[in-house]
């Protein structure tokens, strides 16, 4: 049965609704039990969805992974970057602690696959992934997490802990209203192919990486 829920406290006034209540299979083979909310009233054009996994249902504080789209990663298992294990690590984790996983059509940190796919050819020439987007005249990150708060306000999780090694995403969240407890670190994924990719975003964006000394 379809949940509408109205927080006309919030300045995006989103409708929620509950539409499908679907298993999702993870890389480590469990079947993970899981509610996808679609929005109305968000300000982007994205087709963003939220996954509430474990006991999310009145959590007071749930533990919310925001996850920015990425199919070379996610879908394709590019060893590139570290998205395709961070999104398997976040499901699993938010299983157990009982929170959202947002999902946000931001590929490319939010400048577009076919851009992407771009930079890539950028980066082959010896470019850091920042670097290659500003090449092309794009921002070297244009995400905009409002969207994100939008959909947690709308969902009554204002308050949060935050799985990201990202301070970007802590800062935007608290700047639009959302009371971000705790930031719990993510794993580094890291393999010969994205340790130059991981050591850009902590040197550049300052994530909270700490890199090996020698992958094995």
């Not at 794009?138 to 709308?154: G, I, T």
């Not at 970007?168 to 994924?189: A, F, N, S």
Request: hydrophobic share 35%; aromatic share 6%; net charge negative.
């Amino acid at each position: 049965m379809a949940v509408y829920i109205r927080n006309d406290t919030t300045e995006a006034r989103c409708t929620v609704r509950a539409r499908v209540h679907v298993p999702l299979k993870t890389p480590l083979g469990e079947w993970l039990e899981a509610d996808v909310f679609s929005f109305a009233g968000l300000g982007d054009d994205g087709e963003h969805v939220a996954i509430g996994l474990g006991d999310y249902r009145g959590n007071p504080e749930p533990l919310v992974r925001i996850h920015s789209e990425c199919l070379t990663g996610d879908v394709l298992g590019s060893a590139r970057c570290d998205c395709g294990p961070q999104l398997g690590e976040a499901l699993r984790e938010i299983d157990k602690a009982g929170g959202y996983l947002l999902y946000l059509r931001q590929e490319g940190r939010g400048i577009g696959l076919y851009n992407k796919i771009d930079a890539y050819v950028l980066q082959d020439a010896g470019l850091n992934t920042y670097e290659a987007n500003e090449r092309l005249d794009l921002q070297a990150d244009s995400r905009d997490y409002r969207v994100a708060a939008d959909m947690l306000q709308a969902l009554d999780a204002a308050r949060v802990r935050l799985l990201t090694n990202n301070p970007e995403k802590v800062r935007q969240l608290r700047d639009y209203g959302v009371d971000v407890l705790e930031r719990v670190p993510t794993g580094v994924h890291i393999t010969p192919y994205n340790r130059h990719y991981l050591e850009t975003k902590a040197q550049v964006t300052n994530h909270a990486i700490e890199m090996p000394r020698y992958v094995e």
